[in-house]
């Protein structure tokens, strides 16, 4: 099993900063990835980034790509996602995930931290 622990979220203006961090413990050996996704009530989870466990290149959604950033997983095995010009769209629960296959069918999920921002 993995645990995954997320905090950071909050209340921010529109145009504002957040950092959201996801702690991963237990057999981390695992894990292929590490990534972030975010859900609106009553819409799908959305991608937002991905970041291989090994270090290397991240990928990310388009929607967010040049606000965002996935970086981390030093030696405290901790992702973080540090957001700027935040928009009220982009209001919604954010998940951490580690994936330990070639999908997210049978990945690890974090309870979930909240996300607001104000306009």
């Known amino acids: 099993q993995v645990q995954l622990v997320e905090s950071g979220g909050g209340l921010v203006q529109a145009g504002g900063s957040l950092r959201l961090s996801c702690a991963a413990s237990?057999?981390?050996?695992?894990?292929?990835?590490m990534a972030w996704f975010r859900q609106v009530i009553g819409k799908e989870a959305e991608f937002i980034a991905a970041?291989?466990?090994?270090?290397?290149?991240?990928n990310y959604a388009g929607t967010v790509k040049s606000r965002f950033t996935i970086s981390g997983l030093n030696a405290n095995n901790t992702v973080f996602l540090q957001m700027h010009s935040l928009k009220p769209e982009d209001t919604a629960d954010y998940y951490c995930?580690?994936?330990?296959?070639?999908?997210?069918?049978?990945?690890?999920w974090g309870q979930g931290t909240q996300v607001t921002v104000s306009s």
């Open positions: 995930a580690a994936r330990r296959s070639a999908t997210y069918e049978d990945a690890y």
């Open positions: 237990g057999r981390t050996f695992t894990i292929h990835a």
């Open positions: 970041i291989p466990w090994s270090g290397g290149t991240p």
